[in-house]
């Protein structure tokens, strides 16, 4: 009797297959050659076997052009005020009907806000349950891309809901400094 992977494993596993293969890595030893990985490590997260730790998600985004929300699933809400058309353009590898969506945010605030969600959604997640030193289960990279989709549409809210939070008025001294540090740097920016 085999044990079924999770759905959002599963999930993550199509996606990440997809676009390897939309970016135009025919075959996973090509994307585990680029990401400097074994391949039967690469082919595991394929297979949906084993989840990547949050440094190889960031260098599989960055390598297939991706953000972390459209490996993972995580719809960003578009903001109403700004025009549709001024929010998509064609991505490598897409048909116009594929579009991808860009943040009227800007790269540096998006990677603050970021940021900003992993600290927090670690946090919580260790909170709860630790988990080994330098790793993000699937789980937790979710609640982090929602998180981020929620600084995005909600800022001062998302602040608000943040600050606010068990875990991170109890965190440690050097987490609560980069947690407050990272709200300074984008509520700065969004101010702007």
């Known amino acids: 009797m085999t ?9 993550f596993a199509r996606r990440l ?8 890595f025919k075959t996973a030893r090509s994307l585990a050659q680029a990401l400097d990985i074994d ?8 297979r949906a076997e084993v989840e990547p730790d949050i440094k190889l998600i960031q260098q599989i985004c960055e390598t297939l052009g991706l953000s972390p929300n459209d490996l993972l699933g995580t719809p960003i809400p578009r903001p109403t005020a700004a025009p549709r058309a001024a929010l998509s353009v064609a991505v490598s590898g897409f048909s116009e009907a594929e579009s991808a969506t860009l943040s009227p945010w800007g790269e540096e605030r998006d990677r603050t806000a970021w940021l900003l969600a992993c600290a927090v959604a670690d946090l919580k997640a260790t909170a709860t349950q630790p988990a080994p030193e330098g790793t993000l289960p699937l789980a937790t990279l979710q609640q982090a891309a929602r998180l981020f989709a929620d600084l995005q549409s909600r800022p001062y809210a998302a602040v608000t809901d943040i600050l606010l939070h068990p875990a991170v008025a109890e965190a440690p001294a050097d987490e609560a400094r980069r947690i407050e540090t990272l709200i300074e ?8």
């Open 39 to 46: 391949e039967n490590r690469y082919t595991r997260y394929e």
């Open 185 to 192: 740097a984008l509520t700065n920016a969004t101010a702007r």
């Open 17 to 24: 297959r997809e676009f390897r293969v939309a970016r135009g």
């Open 3 to 11: 044990v079924q992977s999770p759905i959002a494993r599963q999930q």
